[in-house]
């Protein structure tokens, strides 16, 4: 069975900082590329970013580039999101997620094959 559990969500001020993390069992972790999606109240759920099995290309939308961060250790099976000068529009629940590609590249939510249960992410004016 295959989980992904997130966490490291929380309230912060505009300008700070947050770090998800996101730690997968189940399948071999190594082998897939690793998303992070993100929902904001009444709107879609979106993509915003993606890293490739190896973990040496990623894939931002342009709303995160330059502020987001994606890595991961494949030795404890976790990928993380390093979100720095947070806006207020950043505001969502964000999700961990696993698609059958090993590449970093835009992803269409229909192409995953596994979600985590998503952490909130609230920052403030």
């Known amino acids: 069975q295959v989980q992904l559990v997130e966490s490291g969500g929380g309230l912060v001020q505009a300008g700070g900082s947050l770090r998800l993390s996101c730690v997968t069992s189940?399948?071999?972790?190594?082998?897939?590329?690793m998303c992070w999606f993100r929902q904001a109240p009444g709107r879609e759920r979106e993509f915003v970013a993606s890293?490739?099995?190896?973990?040496?290309?990623?894939y931002y939308t342009p709303y995160v580039s330059g502020r987001f961060t994606i890595s991961r250790d494949n030795a404890k099976n976790t990928v993380y999101l390093q979100m720095n000068s947070l806006k207020p529009e950043d505001t969502a629940v964000y999700y961990c997620?696993?698609?059958?590609?090993?590449?970093?590249?835009?992803?269409?939510?229909?192409?995953?094959?596994?979600w985590g249960q998503g952490t909130q992410v609230t920052v403030s004016s």
């Open positions: 997620a696993s698609a059958g590609g090993a590449q970093a590249t835009y992803v269409y939510s229909s192409w995953i094959d596994y």
């Open positions: 189940g399948r071999t972790f190594s082998s897939y590329a």
């Open positions: 890293i490739s099995s190896s973990g040496g290309s990623t």
